[in-house]
């Protein structure tokens, strides 16, 4: 982690530095076709320009995002769920209650990692009673970033799928890779705890709820998904209705981050080899490989066992990666459904008005709609 010394002088270099190279890009994306995606409008181009600022800044100071467990302004927005380790199962012919552990295996392979206390918000306002359905949703982050308050962008994408689509949201604020202590599994963790919180506290069948995750937070639910089907004893974790994947980050290889900056896509998207580098290296284990199934889905796909929709932006960096990842899984046997969002960039259905891309949001939020409804089990 740079030093305090590094972070104040490279602030004040930004400071000096930014807004002059602003300038310089504002008058030079006036020709259409010196725009990073010649059909972008200028407030598109500018608008990348700027996250590009942003996330430079934030990824070489390698910015803090503290995960408090209290409410704040949010109220009964926010609520702290707590790990339940076993789960009741059915009762023997004594009357005695049988249960079973619901952290096992690769949840317990890297030491000093440990279920513990998450907390999530309610999207788009907490309800009077226990919901009948439920979308289970994943920020994007590279497991360093971001969360699932408003203020850290939580409110950007899940609050608009929730009111379009009608499935109250709670968004998990999952633990970021900081340390030894934060490395995979402690997100996978994060997200059983969450999904048993639905099931086991709101008692909401599984049938009914829905696993949506963007960038990082798709590869979560990738591995949730893993978990469910390959260490899970169904009395315990059933498999959900669908999942929704937004441009899911599935390829952590070490090589396969070195060469994004060649992608013919790197100018007209926010994400940049130096971010997803970071993330890679706080997220994987000590003495684990990068392209381990377990946090590299791409090359390592296996049957999922629900419908699952793939959304990418065609102008985003991880958009082969992206494709080829949903192709693998279809020749797995999977169903999976793919919304290819042209000219966007990375999360498509989180680039609205700010990105002028109105009518790319409306068409994803519509789609992944649909999908919630008509891949009932």
Not at 3 to 10: D, N, Q, W
Not at 212 to 229: F, T
Request: hydrophobic content about 40%; charged content about 20%; overall charge neutral.
């Amino acid at each position: 982690m740079p030093s305090k010394a590094f972070t104040y002088f490279y602030t004040a270099y930004a400071l000096v530095t930014v807004p002059a190279w602003l300038a310089a890009v504002a008058i030079y994306y006036i020709p259409r076709f010196l725009r990073p995606n010649p059909v972008w409008t200028y407030k598109t181009a500018l608008t990348c320009s700027l996250w590009n600022v942003v996330m430079n800044y934030w990824t070489t100071v390698q910015k803090l995002w503290p995960k408090p467990l209290e409410a704040g302004p949010l109220g009964n927005r926010f609520i702290v769920l707590h790990p339940q380790k076993t789960i009741p199962t059915k009762t023997d012919k004594e009357g005695g209650q049988q249960s079973k552990e619901v952290y096992t295996g690769i949840t317990r392979s890297v030491p000093g990692v440990n279920p513990l206390p998450v907390g999530a918000v309610w999207y788009p306002e907490a309800p009077a009673e226990p919901p009948r359905r439920l979308i289970i949703h994943f920020h994007g982050s590279a497991y360093v970033m971001f969360g699932s308050r408003p203020e850290e962008t939580g409110d950007v994408g899940i609050n608009e799928l929730s009111k379009w689509s009608g499935w109250p949201a709670l968004a998990i604020q999952y633990r970021l890779s900081r340390d030894k202590t934060t490395t995979f599994p402690a997100a996978l963790q994060d997200g059983i705890t969450a999904y048993v919180y639905a099931l086991e506290i709101l008692k909401i069948p599984a049938s009914q709820i829905a696993f949506a995750g963007d960038s990082a937070g798709g590869n979560l639910v990738l591995a949730l998904l893993r978990y469910i089907n390959e260490e899970r004893n169904p009395a315990v974790l059933p498999l959900p209705r669908c999942a929704i994947l937004s441009s899911p980050w599935v390829d952590l290889r070490a090589n396969a981050i070195d060469e994004v900056p060649r992608n013919r896509n790197y100018h007209s998207d926010y994400v940049k080899h130096n971010f997803l580098a970071w993330g890679r290296e706080a997220f994987t284990p000590e003495e684990w490989e990068s392209n381990h199934p377990w946090i590299t889905f791409l090359g390592n796909e296996t049957q999922l066992g629900i419908p699952v929709l793939v959304n990418t932006g065609t102008s985003e960096v991880l958009y082969d990666g992206i494709m080829q990842f949903a192709e693998n899984l279809r020749q797995k046997g999977n169903e999976v459904e793919v919304l290819e969002s042209l000219n966007a960039a990375h999360i498509p259905y989180q680039l609205g008005k700010d990105w002028d891309l109105e009518e790319v949001q409306a068409v994803c939020l519509a789609t992944m709609t649909r999908y919630l409804e008509k891949s009932g089990r």
